[in-house]
């Protein structure tokens, strides 16, 4: 989608530092990371948040999750990980392109801030 930083980024036409990509998928640091290990893992189709993900789109979500354990174990994150996705503006989502939030190498509190 055109002025989607996140498309821009899995199409290379912005920097990003690339962990994992393959025809649906693409990963890459999170430029102000949370944790030790901080990856975004985004589908390479341009959805904006989980209210336009559809019966179609089961498969790719899928997909973003076993990205992220095969990431994970890439990683080391024996002890592991948190998975996120906010999801508009009361949870914070800046980037409208959906993204799922790998982040370990720390211990994380719960219930989230
Ligand atoms: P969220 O708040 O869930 O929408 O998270 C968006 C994340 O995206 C935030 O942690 C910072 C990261 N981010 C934003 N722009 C860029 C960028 O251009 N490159 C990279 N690597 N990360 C970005």
Same mark, same amino acid.
């Given at each position: 989608m055109k002025d989607c930083i996140f498309c821009k980024i899995a199409a290379g036409e912005i920097p990003s530092d690339k962990v994992f990509e393959d025809e649906y998928v693409y990963a890459f640091r999170d430029?102000?990371?949370?944790?030790?290990e901080h990856i975004l893992i985004i589908p390479?189709?341009?959805?904006?948040?989980? !209210? %336009?993900?559809? %019966? !179609? %789109?089961r498969g790719l979500m899928g997909r973003l999750v076993v990205a992220a354990k095969h990431i994970a174990a890439e990683a080391g994150l024996k002890k592991g990980y948190r998975l996120v996705f906010n999801n508009g503006p009361d949870a914070g989502q800046e980037v409208e392109h959906i993204h799922l939030h790998l982040m370990g190498g720390r211990r994380f509190s719960w219930p989230a801030g």
């Amino acid at each position: 989608m055109k002025d989607c930083i996140f498309c821009k980024i899995a199409a290379g036409e912005i920097p990003s530092d690339k962990v994992f990509e393959d025809e649906y998928v693409y990963a890459f640091r999170d430029l102000n990371p949370q944790a030790p290990e901080h990856i975004l893992i985004i589908p390479k189709q341009h959805i904006s948040r989980v !209210e %336009d993900v559809t %019966d !179609e %789109d089961r498969g790719l979500m899928g997909r973003l999750v076993v990205a992220a354990k095969h990431i994970a174990a890439e990683a080391g994150l024996k002890k592991g990980y948190r998975l996120v996705f906010n999801n508009g503006p009361d949870a914070g989502q800046e980037v409208e392109h959906i993204h799922l939030h790998l982040m370990g190498g720390r211990r994380f509190s719960w219930p989230a801030g």
